[in-house]
């Protein structure tokens, strides 16, 4: 229906006003957010600017626990304990002084620790967490976490630090570890962001630095959500690190804890060997020290008691160092083995040949002494071996050549730096014309025969060489030590090696000759025999000279050891292995200073073979009836030093 012209007026009058209202609606609607805009823009602009900026989600690193280290019998040798930290990071804080003020008079900190954690809060960065107080009691986190609005950039944390339940007993095989320091990082080529957390622990020595990177594991990471002042208000997400890889080792802690106990007193050495895969049952170093007291950071004043800085060097006994690897020594006749299977091999001397001892030996005109002044007369192999004459190795080393004697030594185990993941493993020294015309510059001489062929001269060896040495004569095959059983459940490859190639016949000889040493009555370590008839050892006796004996002194009658000063006496040696008829397992002992071998040394190996051959404590019929009552008594006495550790038990629960 058409509309009139008054009614098209009224609708254009209406559709107006209401497009009036809603304009007016709309610049009323633009004009309030603008005003609020502008105050959010400009009167409140940097208020605004600050929370955007200190309102954050910050991402931190977990770390990882530690893998554990155990023995052949899973008692654990490194764990981890559980313990309070209190951190503070910088840009939490604020007023670091003021809020470490407050801090210190909620709870007692060390002003040194104090002060180093001051100092690391100045250089590190801003958010990274600075470690203030360790090992803080349940009473002091509680009064943290109560006045925690007071102390802003601070928070109490549930960490893990190492432990070692053995103490001094696997010092010198565990090793230990400490806070990660910047000359650390300044040594290791390795980029793991964990190492950039303050106070975060690595290994230091021993198996924890060599399998550092298997024991470390990986990190694991948090998102937290941080308020303007700093302080956490949630954790949005947690995903926890890889754990380190558990590493089982050869070692017996119940053996280990028995060789400590038994060279308590002594600067030594003592090594047990499995002969038929190259385990390392027990590897002992005295003095030893706890490692428990590296974990945290050791005091300048503990650091030089340990290196006995304020001891008369004449006493100096390096607790600190692991001699059964670190230490090498003249293996003096020990070595004659060696001697005399290089010139067997290449058929220089049989060994029904004699040669005549009368005292000593000239070489041009020098004089080479026998220790035994009036000489042994005719001496033959086995002879020689069982009474140790020297001049018997004069004769034939100068036969057969310094070049093939250390050919020889080198495929015994001499002069090689074994594999082992311990610390600042020696490899000795098994010279040759080469090595001396490369190291020192000159020719070789046949006075240098003659000296390295009684394991004196240039010829140095460690502990563990002599073990190696030991092994293989029992076996004649290229046993190879071994010290780490599995790494996170995987085994290891094992020591057993190939034959050595060679003659069966010519190995017979030495062994039995190493027999007659320990087990007829003219042998020089007879007193050191063992009486079971199925644990028999074979075995040989050492004295290196540390001191030259001029030939005055020879005139005028040698200074007795006992007489001279500790660190100028004779180091006495003894490697053995037993049983003779089945070998299972090769002892060396080095006691520094010790005089004589027969008297030093062999009873120590005798008495470390018996306990690991018993698997315990020997009864007393294993030893000659005469000794028996001295036994007694020794056993009485290292008792109180010798632990019931159980497998799969701690020192600490035993």
């Known amino acids: 229906m058409k509309r009139g012209p008054k009614e098209t007026a009224e609708s ?169 320091s910047d000359f650390d990082l300044s040594r290791i080529d390795d980029q793991d962001p964990l190492l950039q957390i303050p106070r975060f622990q690595i290994g230091k020595t021993m198996v924890e630095n060599n399998l550092e990177r298997d024991l470390r594991g990986s990190a694991g990471t948090k998102r937290v959500e941080v308020n303007a002042a700093g302080r956490v208000m949630r954790e949005l997400d947690r995903v926890e690190g890889t754990p380190g890889a558990d590493v089982q080792l050869t070692v017996d802690a119940r053996l280990q804890n028995y060789i400590q106990a038994r060279l308590s007193g002594e600067s030594a050495a003592a090594i047990v060997m499995d002969v038929t895969n190259g385990d390392l049952k027990g590897i002992g170093s005295a003095p030893t020290y706890d490692p428990n007291v590296f974990v945290q950071g050791i005091s300048v004043a503990l650091w030089d008691e340990l290196n006995e800085r304020d001891i008369d060097a004449k006493l100096h006994r390096r607790p600190l160092a692991a001699k ?30 004699t040669i005549r001892c009368v005292g000593h030996s000239d070489v041009f005109d020098v004089r080479f002494h026998c220790w035994k002044r009036s000489g042994h007369g005719n001496m033959d192999l086995n002879n020689s071996l069982k009474q140790s004459c020297d001049v018997y190795y004069y004769d034939i080393a100068q036969r057969v050549g310094i070049d093939k004697i250390a050919a020889m030594g080198r495929k015994l185990g001499l002069g090689e730096r074994h594999d082992l993941p311990m610390s600042a493993v020696r490899s000795g020294i098994m010279p040759d014309k080469v090595w001396k015309q490369e190291t020192r510059g000159e020719e070789w001489r046949v006075g240098d025969t003659v000296n390295a062929s009684i394991g004196q001269g240039y010829v140095a060896t460690s502990p563990l060489q002599l073990a190696v ?108 292995f037993a049983p003779m008829d089945n070998p299972k397992y090769a002892v060396a002992v ?65």
């Open 469 to 576: 040495m030991t092994a293989r004569i029992a076996t004649g095959k290229a046993v190879k030590p071994r010290l780490v059983k599995s790494i996170g459940g995987v085994e290891q490859p094992s020591g057993e090696g190939e034959s050595l190639g060679l003659n069966e016949n010519n190995l017979r000889r030495i062994r039995r000759a190493m027999f007659d040493v320990v087990n007829n009555n003219r042998g020089t370590a007879y007193r050191s025999r063992i009486a079971e008839e199925r644990f028999k050892m074979a075995g040989k006796t050492g004295t290196s000279q540390v001191r030259r004996i001029t030939a005055e002194e020879r005139e005028r009658g040698v200074t007795r050891n006992e007489d001279l000063p500790w660190n100028r006496r004779d180091h006495a040696l003894y490697v053995a």
């Open 590 to 654: 080095v006691v520094e200073h010790g005089g004589g071998g027969s008297t030093a040394a062999a009873p120590i190996a005798r008495d470390v073979l018996l306990q690991a051959l018993y698997e315990g404590t020997p009864p007393l019929e294993a030893y000659p009836s005469a000794m028996r009552g001295r036994i007694a008594e020794q056993q009485r006495r290292l008792s109180a030093m010798i632990r019931d550790i159980q497998p799969g038990r701690t020192a600490d629960q035993a």
């Open 12 to 180: 254009a009058r209406r559709l107006s006003r209401r497009a009036v209202l809603l304009g007016t609606a709309q610049l009323g609607l633009v004009g309030v957010l603008g005003a609020r805009m502008a105050t959010l823009q400009v009167d409140q602009a940097d208020e605004f600017r600050m929370l955007a900026e200190e309102n954050r989600i910050n991402i931190g690193l977990i770390p990882p626990a530690r893998g554990l280290i155990y023995d052949i019998n899973g008692v654990v040798l490194a764990d981890n304990e559980q313990h309070y930290t209190i951190t503070m990071t910088r840009e939490g804080a604020g007023d670091v002084d003021e809020v470490l003020a407050r801090l210190n008079r909620l709870i007692a900190i060390d002003p040194e620790q104090l002060e180093k954690a001051r100092e690391e809060l100045k250089a590190r960065s801003a958010f990274v967490p600075v470690t203030v107080a360790e090992r803080v009691s349940w009473e002091d986190i509680s009064r943290v976490t109560v006045n925690a609005p007071a102390l802003p950039g601070v928070v109490a944390e549930l960490g893990r630090s190492r432990h070692y339940p053995q103490g001094t007993d696997m010092a010198h095989v565990v090793g230990y570890v400490g806070p990660v």
């Open 324 to 353: 059964t690897v670190q230490g090498t020594y003249p293996p003096g006749s020990t070595f004659k083995m060696v001697t005399a299977l290089a010139a067997l091999e290449d058929g220089q001397v049989t060994a029904d040949e």
